[in-house]
């Protein structure tokens, strides 16, 4: 059966920019919190760190070339922070703004739509200096950054996505430490969590009044998608719990305009959320055009205690053994799994019918290598990509409103604490000479994109 999708439909890639522009000291840009934490010994593998990436604050405009090349009607990209308010507060850097000027012109005479992510992750340090996300004035200096962002780039982007995975910023970077900034304590993770919450609030609120309807607002979330092991209670409960600290925590009160049930009897070990003012939740609760969605993989967890578990990674749940399914994994160790895909959609659709859904990251980490035939054949990734798009054809034959796909990602790049080590890209990149090639499947991407038809996994022909 061919696979046809509709006119319109965005097909993009995604990138981040502390991933692939390099430049760090380059026009006034500021340090950020991965600045300093890819410095700590032993935080990031090999002790690499963004300092050039793939170069591409240098190389832009071949990277567009690249994208156009490939047919992309849509590219997701983010905004540095520090490159715009270097200390994360205060007027703008104009050549910081100059470069996303540039970069958003390009993409246009392209034909190529940006999507732009206002924070991926690279905070000014200052700001962290100042207590970083647990601290709730952060989310006022984002609320100044979005709107400055919003003036400069309004006349050319339509979607903007305020926060990258809120998750991964909060939990990643206060809970396990993981990620910049590298800290372990539940009680600072979930008063980030608010923080957060509150300055897509405000954010959103701040793009709506520079830019009015002619904005479409979103954000990005990595939603855990877990499964119960069985239909056992105790199991049903572990996922449950999961889905509480880790999914509704973002959900209810972005699009429901309340913090679930459950959820302050379920921290209270960590805190008493005083931090939470009256009107903070009308704020979080600002419309929103449409919701973007990160799936790379679906867990499945029981009760009971694991035995790979670091006792030192901290947790907000207890009493949470994960399993691992047989199946396929990737380099990541994580298990393909597109149904999940189809499940996460359809479940979003239940839940706020009709929203707009964007998949703004989807991809797989693979060791690729450049062929002696000069092509990089990494058979693997298409069919992965190709099975998570037929997942998305599937979800919106059930009705959910899908309206783009972003892979993750245009190019292999800095995979944070596992540096250069893990190559997602649908275009390879040489570390030595920084020469990018596209893989095969970037040229199956190409076909996809260009008809909008789903390809065979062997039609990777450029
Ligand atoms: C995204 O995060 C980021 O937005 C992007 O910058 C990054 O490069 C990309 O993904 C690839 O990592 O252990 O099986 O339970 C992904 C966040 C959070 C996704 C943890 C996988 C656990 C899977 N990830 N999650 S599993």
């Not at 308010?85 to 034909?111: E, H, I, K, N, W």
Request: some cysteine; hydrophobic content about 40%.
């Amino acid at each position: 059966m061919t696979r046809r999708f509709p006119d319109g439909f965005l097909w993009g890639a995604a990138t981040s920019s502390y991933q692939i522009e390099g430049a760090v000291d380059a026009d006034g840009r500021g340090p950020s919190i991965w600045d300093t934490f890819s410095r700590e010994p032993g935080a990031v593998l090999n002790g690499e760190n963004g300092d050039v990436a793939i170069d591409h604050y240098h190389r832009v405009g071949d990277d567009v070339k690249l994208m156009a090349d490939l047919g992309l009607n849509a590219y997701r990209f983010s905004v540095a922070w520090p490159r715009i308010q270097p200390t994360g507060s205060g007027p703008a850097v104009q050549a910081g703004l100059d470069f996303y000027q540039r970069l958003t012109d390009q993409l246009l005479d392209a034909g190529i739509a940006p999507a732009l992510t206002l924070y991926h992750w690279d905070l000014p340090q200052p700001l962290q200096d100042a207590g970083g996300w647990p601290n709730r004035d952060t989310a006022y200096r984002f609320a100044d950054y979005a709107g400055i962002v919003a003036d400069a780039l309004g006349d050319r982007v339509k979607l903007w996505i305020t926060l990258n995975e809120s998750w991964c910023a909060a939990y990643l970077g206060y809970l396990s430490g993981e990620h910049a900034p590298g800290i372990q304590d539940p009680a600072q993770a979930l008063a980030s969590v608010h923080t957060l919450n509150l300055a897509h609030g405000l954010g959103a609120r701040a793009i709506r009044s520079a830019l009015g309807d002619g904005a479409q607002v979103a954000i990005s979330h990595n939603i855990q998608v877990n499964k119960a092991a069985t239909d056992a209670p105790e199991d049903v409960a572990v996922k449950t719990r999961l889905d509480l600290v880790n999914n509704e925590i973002l959900l209810a009160p972005q699009l429901d305009g309340a913090y679930p049930e459950g959820l302050f009897e379920a921290t209270e070990r960590f805190t008493d959320w005083s931090f939470v003012r009256d009107g903070d939740l009308d704020v979080i609760h600002t419309r929103m055009d449409a919701l973007g969605l990160n799936y790379y993989s679906t867990g499945t967890v029981r009760a009971g205690e694991d035995p790979d578990r670091d006792p030192f990674q901290p947790t907000l749940v207890d009493g949470v053994a994960r399993v691992r399914p047989e199946g396929e994994y990737t380099e990541m160790g994580w298990l393909v799994e597109p149904q999940g895909l189809t499940d996460l959609l359809l479940e979003m659709h239940r839940r706020w019918p009709g929203l707009p859904l964007y998949v703004t990251e989807n991809g797989a980490a693979f060791d690729d290598e450049v062929a002696p035939d000069g092509r990089v054949h990494d058979e693997r990734r298409t069919a992965y990509l190709h099975s998570h798009v037929e997942a998305v054809g599937r979800a919106m034959d059930a009705g959910a409103n899908v309206r783009g796909y972003f892979a993750w990602s245009l190019f292999d790049n800095f995979e944070w604490s596992y540096g250069y080590g893990k190559r997602f890209g649908i275009v390879h990149v040489d570390y030595d000479t920084l020469t990018r090639t596209v893989k095969d499947s970037g040229h199956w991407y190409s076909r996809l994109a260009g008809s909008g038809v789903l390809p065979g996994v062997d039609e990777t022909t450029a």
